[in-house]
Nanobody, 124 residues
């Protein structure tokens, strides 16, 4: 069974940090790109960052460049999103998703396996 499970969300103050984890199972990890997406009520889901597990290529949304870092641990089949200097506008439900392809800018409709999401709340 293909499965993605997120963890690591929570409540932090502006300027704080969180590390999200996306544990993958049921597919060939190296063949997939994993994307992190976020969504707030009334807004479309947006792609925040992505990594291709095979070659390590990465993508970042402009608004998170220099603050967020995506990485993976192939031994654990897990992708991480380290989020530093968090801002209130980063508040959202963050979900990871998988797609068997080379790395491209993460577009939600292109991904077919999703986790359930984890809430990130940044207080001002």
């Amino acid at each position: 069974e293909v499965q993605l499970v997120e963890s690591g969300g929570g409540l932090v103050q502006t300027g704080g940090s969180l590390r999200l984890s996306c544990a993958a199972s049921g597919f060939a990890f190296d063949d997939y790109s994993i994307g992190w997406f976020r969504q707030t009520p009334g807004k479309e889901r947006e792609g925040v960052s992505a990594i291709h597990n095979g070659d390590g290529a990465t993508y970042y949304l402009d608004s998170v460049k220099g603050r967020f870092t995506i990485s993976n641990d192939k031994a654990k089949n897990t992708v991480y999103l380290q989020m530093n200097n968090l801002k209130p506008e980063d508040t959202a439900v963050y979900s990871c998703a998988a797609r068997q392809t080379i790395l491209t800018a993460p577009i939600p409709r292109d991904y077919n396996t999703w986790g359930r999401g984890t809430q990130v709340t940044v207080s001002s």
